[in-house]
């Protein structure tokens, strides 16, 4: 079955300790990208990446990190997590650089106290 | 500043009705637009795309694309409680970058 899968689904941590958000797909889909979803905000790019080793920064970079070391994986790390942070995060993947964002994994509520 | 501006509504609608959702967009160099689904606590789902001026029709499901009003719609045909969702609109900007609107709530009243 084609899916994106992100770990965790859910998670509280506190203000400072570093975190990863795992995102995987198993369609070798090269285009893969984060996104946080606020309340009236809608989804905002955090980063993307066309392929292996190339990422680049989207409309909310600030306070996330991210690599593409093989092409199923696309973690997400936030290094010292802040309160503002707490949000609802996604991860995507797309066959085709056209921006179209074809298959969404099942979010990852994050909450930073 | 690139911007897909969406009422938040909620837009309601009674069963049977064409629900009507719009969305207006800032920048002219957007090339393609996305309509995504998403229901409560779930993760978006791509139900429509179209990068042509006019409409392009996909079951009870109609995009409509006017790029020189900067406005792009989704109209839903025979609407049913099962399409009681939240409507995004994105755009995309230049290949890699997708740019959402904040979402249109619609409900379709039995």
């Known amino acids: 079955e084609a899916q994106v899968t992100q770990n965790p689904r859910y998670l509280i941590t506190v203000t400072g300790k570093k975190l990863t958000v795992t995102c995987s797909q198993n369609m070798n889909h090269e285009y893969m990208s984060w996104y946080r979803q606020d309340p009236g905000l809608g989804l905002r790019q955090i980063y993307y990446s066309m392929n292996v080793e190339v990422t680049d920064k989207g409309d909310v970079p600030e306070g996330y990190k991210v690599s593409r070391k093989e092409k199923r994986n696309f973690p997400l790390i936030l290094e010292s997590p802040s309160p503002n942070q707490t949000s609802l995060y996604f991860c995507?993947?797309?066959?085709?650089?056209?921006?179209?964002?074809?298959?969404f994994g099942q979010g990852t509520r994050l909450t930073v106290v | 500043q690139k911007e897909v501006e969406q009422n938040s509504g909620p837009l309601s609608v009674p069963e049977g009705a064409i629900a009507s959702l719009n969305c207006t967009y800032s920048d002219r160099g957007s090339q393609s637009f996305f309509w995504y689904r998403q229901y409560s606590g779930k993760s978006p789902e791509l139900i429509m795309f179209?990068?042509?001026?006019g409409d392009k029709e996909d079951g009870r499901f109609t995009a409509q694309l006017n790029k020189a009003s900067q406005y792009v719609s989704l109209l839903i045909r025979d609407s049913q409680p099962s399409d009681s969702a939240t409507y995004l609109c994105a755009g995309d900007y230049g290949g890699f970058k997708t740019i959402f609107g904040a979402g249109t709530r619609l409900f379709v009243k039995a």
């Open positions: 995507a993947s797309s066959l085709s650089s056209a921006g179209a964002e074809a298959f």
């Open positions: 179209i990068y042509s001026n």
